[in-house]
């Protein structure tokens, strides 16, 4: 049984791989290791291993392992988020990936201000238009991104999205690609306190491709922890 640093190991000389393929500095692409339904023992064992960045995708189970968690790691929120929820990562988590909508980032505001802090987001992208997946629509994307900088504690750092499956990672990376192209547009829009400096985009089975096109940071569960029961 290959433990989690073994696994971690592995995953680290792919991403140098695909960074050098892609002629890209490896040190440009950060891991984040997507948590969710791993006991709080395996995260600090990763982190034992070298893992800092950890993304969990339910506010209930991110509110009992940050304090289990016997390690200083940072966290990220890479799920959909329900606007009532929102209290519960006030000042906890460095990164929120997931804001899709005016009616969060308000909220994200406001708890933020509570702490006089800015919290970092990315607006996630319906790249796929499917009915099944959070995202703002690609339209949208504009007004929504424009609308949202205008609150005062909260920083856009870039996009993330969920592209739609396929069993060959090569058939996802037009949307990976129209993630990168859609960051680039809002980029020229120069639109003030926006940033388009992240790409939140590829998971364990499609994460170099992801980097081909440009990711910045790469949500990988499976691969590092194991299959979720």
């Not at 995953?11 to 892609?22: D, G, K, N, Q």
């Not at 949208?140 to 870039?158: V, W």
């Not at 859609?182 to 170099?208: W, Y």
Request: net charge neutral.
């Amino acid at each position: 049984m290959t433990s989690i640093g073994d696994n971690l190991d592995r995953i680290h000389s792919r991403i140098t791989a695909a960074c050098t393929t892609a002629g890209r500095n490896p040190a440009d692409v950060r891991l984040v290791a997507v948590s969710k339904v791993k006991p709080a023992e395996l995260i600090d064992e990763a982190f034992a291993a070298g893992q800092q960045l950890f993304g969990e995708s339910y506010v209930q189970e991110f509110r009992d392992k940050e304090t289990a968690v016997q390690h200083p790691v940072e966290w990220h929120f890479v799920g959909a988020l329900q606007s009532n929820k929102v209290k519960y990562l006030r000042g906890k988590v460095a990164l929120i990936h997931s804001v899709d909508r005016l009616s969060l980032a308000k909220e994200i505001n406001r708890q933020w201000e509570k702490i006089d802090a800015v919290a970092p987001i990315l607006l996630q992208v319906n790249v796929g238009d499917e009915n099944s997946k959070a995202g703002c629509a690609i339209t949208e994307l504009p007004t929504l991104t424009r609308k949202i900088a205008s609150l005062p504690h909260l920083q856009i750092c870039g996009l993330m999205c969920l592209p739609p499956y396929f069993d060959d990672p090569q058939q996802v990376r037009p949307f990976f690609r129209l993630l990168r192209e859609l960051a680039t547009m809002i980029e020229g829009e120069q639109i003030p306190r926006v940033s388009m400096k992240e790409l939140s985009m590829g998971m364990s089975g499609d994460f170099e491709v992801a980097i081909a096109e440009g990711a910045t940071l790469v949500r990988i569960g499976t691969a590092i922890f194991g299959e979720r029961g």
